[in-house]
């Protein structure tokens, strides 16, 4: 079964096609970071906009890469939710579109859901070169998403029979990331910025705190968030009244790269110690990292130093958005459940994963 996965959520407009749930056929990413950088995070009317004259495009794209036809697709997957209203209009209707046009069976993607996916493509043809894990993950699995918008620990029994461990109370990890950045003036996206940072700064250099929260496995960035933007008043000698935009000119660049190895090495550690404790409680047979967050190299080797059994993870291109994903997880959801009409299609921009599971049959 071949797949035409569609992803628009937010600032990347991808098309992929995937066969049987694991071999990538093509993987066509536009994205939009040059576009909204000026802003220093995304511009939801700007990302609609630019998501409308490129979808078209990337979709043909897609197929000609994977030297297919409309006749070799078996059905199209597309990201329905959670995401910005705009940018989800123009991926699902150009999917509905297509359905209707080419009379393809349609099917609704979570697209937090579908990160965990990425880590499920295990073999590539076309000339695509990723560095593929040999092997796709095993059921119970435990998965740290990790996004700009996601913070959480899922436990997957199997296909679409998930369980909400626990997740973020307030900012999601990535846009901790991205907000510390903007504070201590490294450009967005924050993720990748504060992590070449971090490589040349001290991570004890400036003590910040983890919150403790009630929920056993739940995350809270925005503290650590605010205890950073404090460490760096005190560090520069001005009070909470003084403008923050004017604070990355205090800066140096032995400071900032501290501060960014400091907010990282805590950011990191709180993902760590929940999933830690997810791990003791629950046995998972595999653990898998997903999102944007996962691309980065110090929570890979933190949670490696700290789990008995090999992390899995997909390659950077996979983990930050695409649309091969969206074709993974639509080649499993297919087998089970039936297709959408695209006439009823609609989006779900703050549907939460812990609504979403399917095939619990
Ligand atoms: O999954 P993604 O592409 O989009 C969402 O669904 O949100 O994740 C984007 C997020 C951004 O917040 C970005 O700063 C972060 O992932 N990110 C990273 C790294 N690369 C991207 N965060 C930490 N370290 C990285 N290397
Ligand atoms: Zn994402």
């Not at 995304?42 to 004259?53: N, Q």
């Not at 076309?126 to 899922?154: C, E, R, W, Y």
């Not at 307030?170 to 993720?191: H, Q, R, S, T």
């Not at 074709?327 to 297919?334: E, K, P």
């Amino acid at each position: 079964m071949r797949i035409l996965g569609i992803e628009s959520s937010c600032d990347e407009t991808a098309a992929a096609i995937v066969e049987d749930g694991h071999l990538l056929l093509s993987n066509v990413v536009r994205t939009q970071i040059d576009i909204h950088k000026v802003y220093g995070g995304v511009v939801p009317e700007v990302a609609a906009r630019s998501h409308i004259e490129v979808i078209n495009p990337v979709i043909d794209q897609a197929l000609t890469d994977a030297h297919l036809t409309w006749d070799d697709i078996d059905g199209i997957a597309v990201t329905y939710a959670p995401g910005l209203l705009g940018s989800l209009l123009v991926g699902t209707l150009a999917a509905r579109t297509i359905a209707l046009q080419k009379n393809k069976p349609l099917y609704p993607i979570h697209h937090v859901e579908a990160h965990v996916y990425a880590n499920f493509i295990t073999n590539q043809a076309n000339g695509i070169d990723l560095t593929l894990p040999g092997k796709q993950p095993s059921f119970p699995m435990l998965a740290l998403i990790v996004s700009g918008g996601h913070s959480q620990l899922v436990f997957f029994k199997n296909h679409g029979d998930y369980e909400l461990l626990g997740q973020t109370q307030d900012d999601a990890v990535g846009e901790a990331f991205d907000k510390v950045a903007k504070i201590i003036g490294l450009p967005y996206p924050g993720g990748p910025s504060i992590a070449e940072a971090a490589q040349a700064g001290d991570p004890l250099k400036y003590q910040l705190p983890k919150a403790k929260l009630q929920g056993r496995y739940d995350f809270s960035f925005s503290g650590l968030k605010t205890a950073v933007l404090r460490a760096v008043q005190r560090e520069v000698g001005v009070d909470t009244t003084f403008p923050s935009f004017e604070l990355p000119g205090r800066l140096n660049d032995v400071q900032r790269a501290d501060f960014a190895a400091s907010f990282q090495k805590t950011a990191i550690e709180t993902l760590v110690d929940k999933a830690e404790r997810a791990f003791q409680d629950y046995s998972p047979a595999s653990v898998v990292i997903a999102g944007g967050v996962a691309a980065n190299q110090e929570l890979r080797r933190q949670l490696q130093d700290r789990l008995p059994i090999a992390i899995e993870y997909a390659p950077m291109q996979l983990c930050t958005d695409n649309g091969a994903m969206i074709a993974t997880l639509g080649c499993f959801y297919a087998q089970k459940m039936p297709a959408t009409s695209p006439l009823e299609l609609e989006v779900q921009p703050s549907l939460s994963m812990t609504k979403t599971a399917w095939a619990k049959a």
